[in-house]
């Protein structure tokens, strides 16, 4: 990425890093505003994808509701996002699950990693 847009970029840059990976199970809060009153929405899933960088990065929670499959789309830099919680992680060969789409019921489970005293 060119520098100047890097320089421009880094003012409007998350402080604190997120660290989840694809394939985990996440909580994503997120802030609503309705009227002069901000709420705290929460939508649960697994990320299937990551994309972008800088400013542009996105990820991709699916959850089933109801029998049907909802995906939403977060910017990652967003300040509506206000945290993620990994609540699973999971062990996953892909940088993209939109395999996932196409699975239903205990076939969407995924294989849980252990997690090592590096990674804490």
């Given amino acids: 990425m060119h520098p100047l847009i890097l320089a421009a970029e880094k003012g409007s840059l998350r402080q604190t890093s ?46 089933v509701v109801a029998g049907e499959g909802v995906e939403r789309t977060f910017p990652l830099n967003s300040p509506k996002v206000a945290e993620v919680v990994v609540k699973r992680r999971a062990e996953v060969r892909r940088a993209k699950l939109y395999f996932l789409r196409d699975r239903i019921g205990k076939a969407t489970r995924l294989r849980e990693r252990r997690i090592t005293k590096s990674e804490g």
Avoid: N, P, Y
């Fill in 18 to 63: 997120l660290s989840f990976a694809i394939g985990d199970t996440v909580d994503v809060h997120t802030r609503i505003l309705e009227g002069d009153k901000e709420r705290i929405q929460l939508f649960s899933g697994v990320v299937i994808a990551i994309s972008g960088r800088g400013m542009g990065e996105m990820f991709t929670v699916r959850r």
